[in-house]
């Protein structure tokens, strides 16, 4: 009879053993690998944020205008801009997250993700020779808020006016050309139509930010709607809207 208990342990004991979880210690994180691999993303990441701002490079811009390019990069976050200094390049401190999946120490995931905030300072010089793309310590504080809509400069008004061909010269060809070399952020909408001798054009950068030409022989018209006239219902910011002249007189 106790043969019999004694047998029917040990059949137990065994069983336990072979019970998953029960045997061996839990593997653990490599939290070394798991950052390097963290940090591998991160790269990856902010190469893509570098590549944004510095297509802004071709003509000095606002520190602002590279910030939008870097805040449009998804997962960026802006928490710096100095334009103060005195070489005349401008500065960014971005914070991106370089996620992985946590793995042990022999490279087999974990399934669990792991998330590392990794800041760069990404410095933009007048000489393509000087940039700089440097790891640093995250500032204290909350991100700053960024728009990601594109937004027209403030000279664009001039800079449009002098663009625009007159009199014979005034063809839709010829103005569509003068359009496209004027230097606007990537996503403004840009529109060139021409009607009855009348060309049009529309810069669109958001919802009411809107710029409107008009080419008739020798006479350049260039306005911008009134915020009310933009309103969703309202005027479009279209060429056609421009050819037709809308949007010239602000409402009653």
Request: aromatic share 2%.
């Amino acid at each position: 009879m106790l043969r019999g208990r004694l047998r029917g342990l040990v059949s137990v004991s065994v069983g336990l053993l072979l019970l998953p979880g029960c045997y061996g210690p839990e593997p653990q994180v490599d939290t070394a690998r798991t950052r390097e691999l963290a940090m591998q993303d991160a790269g990856r990441k902010v190469t893509l944020v570098e590549q944004a701002v510095k297509r802004e490079r071709r003509h000095p811009n606002p520190a602002q205008r590279y910030a939008r390019e870097a805040a449009r990069v998804a997962g960026t976050e802006v928490m710096r801009i100095d334009d103060t200094r005195t070489g005349g390049g401008v500065s960014l401190i971005v914070r991106v997250h370089g996620v992985a999946t946590a793995v042990d120490a022999s490279g087999r995931s974990m399934n669990e993700p792991f998330d590392l905030p990794v800041c760069y300072a990404i410095s933009v010089e007048q000489d393509a020779m000087d940039d700089r793309v440097d790891e640093v310590s995250c500032p204290d504080g909350s991100p700053l808020t960024v728009s990601v809509d594109p937004e027209l400069p403030g000279s664009a008004e001039d800079d449009l006016r002098q663009a625009l061909p007159t009199g014979g010269a005034a063809t839709e060809q010829a103005v569509r050309a003068a359009v496209d070399g004027l230097d606007l952020e990537p996503l403004v909408t840009r529109q060139v139509a021409a009607v009855g001798g009348v060309v049009g054009v529309a810069l669109r950068a958001s919802q009411y930010d809107c710029l409107l030409a008009r080419v008739e022989g020798g006479r350049v018209e260039v306005w911008r709607p009134a915020r009310v006239q933009l309103a969703p219902g309202e005027l479009s910011c279209t060429a056609d809207t421009a050819v037709a002249g809308h949007g010239r007189r602000p409402p009653h």
